[in-house]
Structures are given as C-alpha cells and as structure tokens.
C-alpha cells in the first residue's frame, strides 16, 4: 500500500503539477503571515517558539486524526477503506511535494539563458532565490539556478517522501509546514532573527536524515567518487548544515563548479566554493543537469522501495 501511495503522489505531481490555485500551503502562508504579525512585536525566540506551534500543531494534529480515521475504515471495511486510505493519502503527499514546480522553474531559467536571454534569466531565478538577481552574469545565473535545483531536491522532495515514510500523513504535514516555515521566517536579519530562529532550527533537525540521504542518492546516480569528495570536504563549510552537504555532493554528483560570494538582501555574504575545482562552469547545461540528478535520484528511492516491499511480501 505504501508504494501504491507514493506512486499515485509521483504520478498526479507529474500529470497536474503543482495546482495553480486553492493550494492548501497559501492558505498556511496566511495564516504563518497572521502569526508573524501578531506575535513578532517583540523579536523574542519565545514568540517565534509560540508562532510555529499556534501555526502547525493543529494541523499535524488534525492529520494524525485522519490517518487514525482512515484506519479505522479500512478495518472495518477492507476493500473501500483501503481505497479511501490510498487516495486521501496519495492527494495529500501530492499536494506536500514540488518535484515538477522545482523542473518548472529550473526551465524557466535555463531555456532563457541558453537563447542568451540574460534579462529574462534573473527575473526567472529571482523567483525562486532570495539573493539580489539584477546585476547576475550568466555564471552566476546559471550557478544560482542549480544551487537551488539541488538544495530544493532535498526539500521539495525527497524530505517529504521521508516523513510520510516514517510518519505516515501527520509525519508529511508536519515536515511540509515546518519547511514553508522555514522559508518564512528563517532569515538572519532584524525581523526574524530571533522569532525565526525556532523555525529554522526544527527545519535542520527535520531535514537531518532526508539531507543525508538525497546527498548519498546523488552520489549513487551521478559522479560518485567527486560527490563524496566534495561532500568531505565541504559539506560542513556551508551556512546550513543540510544545505552544505546536498549541494556539494550535487556539485560533485554533476562536475560543475558552484558557490562563491552572493549578495542577500542587499548585504554581500562570503560563500564557500563547492563542487570541483577544476569541474566544469556552471551554465543552462548545469542547470539541466542538476534536474536530471534529481530525478534519477527519484528513480532511484522509487525503486528502492519495490524492492523492498517485494521482500517484505516474499518473507
């Protein structure tokens, strides 16, 4: 039954792609916004603790409510609420990840760039990154573009598919609304500093495993032997403890050469250099690349898991 529900969840993203309106996470986006607003007055960790549990609670509460409703049908009523289980839970892990989205908006930036349209370029990357895109050369482009590709993998993707894993609806939900969360608030300046830092630390301790694992799974499907080198040594250089070794192994996974200084909300941050030093520059090609790792990484957990559930049902 897993696997028939992380296929359906994989097939509806890929046939219908991420919903054009009434998308459950805008309407957590207003309801995070209304949190942030009321209780950020006095930038304490404290609020930001309160905010994330006024906002997220409820709902991973009412998930687990269904999933213990769901099994209780199909105990009572095997056939129909076997049905029921998979197509509820199929819709709603559907609608928590983003692996088409992500493909979209890789596309939108590499077509461009590859025509050599630079301006349509950083408006397309602006929408996907919070670093200024405006002044960007095609490198930096390019680079931007799949930094994001590789890290989104990890979070639009295979962290979703993790927590449902572990944690069936509530554990999807409850990992879901803590990455909008995260993306949020999570920001070091002077409004979120402190009311994001609650955020932005229980995203780290949720993405722990599933980073490990997409960075292990891009090894696996791309150059290992430089994904694991560039994992090494300098995964743990970068900002964010997840992010770093995703993107290092990613770089290394692709031979593309990523990272470097970027500016953040009109402030320059020193990055560290990531993938080869002699891999090749990042460019539309890079980006393409970055999208072809991640789904074959797909692949790759997908398959997994036939073989798994195949010996489980043999033992």
Known sequence: ????????????????????????????????????????????????????LIAVLPLV?????????????????????????????GLILYLAIGWQSLISHALAISEPLARGDLDAARQAVGMIVSRDTSELETEQVAAAATESVLENG??????????FVIWGLPGVVLYRLSNTLDAMWGYKNARFLHFGWAAARIDDVLNLIPARLTAISYALVGNGRLALLAWKHQGASWKSPNAGPVMAAGAGAINVRLGGGAMYH????????????????????????SVRLVNKSLMLWVSLSIVVVSVEAWL
Not at 64 to 87: D, F, H, I, K, N
Request: proline share 4%.
């Open 61 to 89: 509460f009412l998930a687990l409510y269904l999933q213990r409703v769901l099994e209780s049908v199909m105990l009572a009523v095997p056939t129909v609420g076997t049905v029921m289980y998979v197509v509820v839970s």
């Open 154 to 163: 990890a979070d639009a993707v295979f962290g979703a598919l993790f927590w």
């Open 266 to 289: 009109g402030q320059y941050q020193a990055r560290p250099a990531l993938g080869p030093i002699n891999g090749e520059k990042a460019s539309a090609e890079s980006i393409l690349s």
């Open 1 to 52: 039954m897993l696997m028939t529900i992380l296929v359906l969840a994989i097939a509806l993203d890929w046939v219908f792609k991420e919903p054009r309106c009434w998308h459950p996470l805008v309407g957590f986006g207003a309801i995070a916004m209304l949190c942030e607003r009321k209780l950020n007055a006095r930038i304490s960790k404290l609020m930001g603790v309160v905010a994330w």
